[in-house]
């Protein structure tokens, strides 16, 4: 592993990414800015798209592969470092500390032990208490298990189904309340699309605007806890303690069309065979070129995987420190991550280490007839309740055909409530083998996929509006 170069002279450190870029940091190349907030070096002046960024931005939902969806701005990769200098921005690679443990192996006693240790330095770094967003799921439940002092535990739960309080999360965070002594609260959602400003001015086009129901949970917990409180998340736990079906699609990769069909597995995002540009997946060849074990190894996909969702999940941090609140993240340690990554295949496989775990301690929640609705409406319930503005057809013909916007703005508007018909039979009885058959055919719920579209072209409309009022004199250089 090469070892790292110093600062040239005349040089400044302007930023140093961790392992995972856990915190998404931008620079543009041309005009020498660096951010955290993209908005802030975009230059509107001055900006192009950039078709590689644009689509890969379509296609997954969120920057990936280094660049954005505007030409010149980049995002800092993992293990990294940006320095300013008399020559303008310089990046220099870290050595990768994942590579060091891929070939080892670590055991469950092991793990528990360094991820007690890191939950209970994270909840003890402050006063106040400390926030469990719990969602009876494995990972907040582990956060929740370990904890020594519960007394200063608050968890709070958001539910998705139609009635949110028998929702499989409300229900399964009760239970597990009930039996660990915990302070409890189930939050309403629902009216998270009042936020879509606010998400812009904070995210941009560095990712789809789906994260919206974040900033109504954390509001509502702000105004039950004292300001400065500590907010534990469990955030990209699944993928490294065993949660990876979707490594395990193909025994080797062989190109860069295969590499992002593997990644790009959320169906939160548009489809770049919509949009105007040419693009040569350039930022997957790159990505395989510099990790070749991606095309054959488990582990460095996990890895590769988690760095590229931490490019949006982020604001699963970034949003309550918004709001004053001290955001941690234990999974996201090295120490933790890759012990749990490194644990043996067959406790792996469907998280069976933890489920014993859980079994052994009284919180085995799988072993029991709780009852509950286990439908996801969250997304219809928002666009009933708030209705999304028609995105601009005019504004983004620049970018993506204008009739995909259009069947955009059909399916989340009125026209589109048939598809949530069609959804809602796929879960009644008498209908399910009926809707079963119509799928298998090709005929696939439409709403939520439009949905998933709109979010994801509405920052990129909101960038073309701001370049739009500068053209006219109304607005700063800046993205924002």
Not at 36 to 41: F, H, Q, R, S, T
Not at 235 to 251: H, L, Q
Not at 287 to 294: A, G, I, N, T, W
Not at 313 to 331: D, Q, T, W
Request: net charge neutral; charged share 25%.
């Amino acid at each position: 592993m090469p070892e790292p170069l110093t600062p040239a002279a005349g040089e400044e450190l302007i930023y140093e990414s961790d392992w995972l870029a856990s915190r998404p940091f931008f620079y543009n190349l041309r005009s020498g800015a660096a951010s955290a907030n993209i908005n802030d070096v975009i230059d509107l002046e001055h900006f192009e798209f950039d078709p590689e960024g644009f689509n890969d931005y379509l296609d997954f939902g969120f920057s990936v592969f280094e660049h954005t969806p505007v030409r010149d701005v980049h995002m800092l990769r993992h293990s990294s470092r940006l320095y300013r200098g008399p020559q303008g921005l310089r990046v220099e690679y870290l050595p990768d500390v994942a590579c060091e443990w891929y070939d080892r192996r670590s055991t469950v006693d092991e793990v528990l032990e360094v991820a007690s240790a890191k939950i209970n330095a994270a909840a003890g770094e402050g006063e106040g208490e400390v926030v469990v967003p719990t969602s009876g799921g494995l990972d907040s439940r582990l956060l929740n298990l370990l904890l020594h002092d519960r007394s200063r535990v608050r968890a709070f739960t958001y539910g998705v189904s139609d009635d949110q309080l028998r929702s499989s999360e409300v229900v399964k965070a009760r239970e597990l309340a009930r039996r660990l002594g915990l302070r409890w609260e189930a939050l309403p959602l629902g009216d998270f699309h009042r936020y879509l400003d606010e998400w812009d001015d904070l995210y941009g086009v560095s990712t789809h605007a789906h994260g919206m129901y974040q900033m109504e949970f954390y509001r509502q917990i702000a105004e039950r806890v004292p300001a400065g409180s500590t907010v534990l998340s469990g955030i990209c736990g699944e993928w490294f303690s065993g949660d990876d079906k979707e490594m395990r699609v193909r025994s080797r990769i062989a190109s860069p069309d295969e590499l992002v069909e593997m990644m790009a597995f959320s169906s939160m995002c548009a489809d770049s065979g919509m949009s105007t540009f040419r693009s040569e997946r350039l930022g997957a060849q790159r990505l395989l070129e510099q990790e070749p074990r991606l095309r054959r190894d488990v582990r460095p996909r996990v890895a590769a995987v988690v760095r590229l969702d931490v490019a949006y999940l982020s604001y699963l941090l970034s949003v309550p420190e918004a709001l004053g609140f001290r955001a941690r993240s234990p999974y996201l340690d090295p120490d933790v991550a890759l012990r749990l990554l490194t644990l043996p295949d067959h406790l792996r496989h469907q998280r069976r280490w933890l489920r014993g775990v859980f079994q052994a301690r009284g919180v085995g929640l799988e072993s029991l007839q709780l009852s509950f609705d286990p439908r996801n409406s969250l997304n219809f319930q928002a666009m009933r309740r708030v209705p999304l503005a028609p995105l601009d057809v005019g504004l983004l013909r620049e970018v993506v055909r204008p009739e995909y916007v259009r069947w955009i703005n059909r399916t989340v508007g009125p026209w589109g409530y048939p598809w949530e018909v069609y959804w809602r039979l796929g879960w009644t009885p008498g209908f399910r083998r009926a809707v079963g058959q119509l799928r298998r055919h090709g005929l696939h719920e439409q709403r939520l996929a439009a949905y998933a579209a709109y979010l994801t072209l509405r920052p990129v409309q909101e960038l073309l509006r701001r370049r739009e009022r500068l053209a006219s004199g109304g607005e700063a250089r800046t993205g924002r």
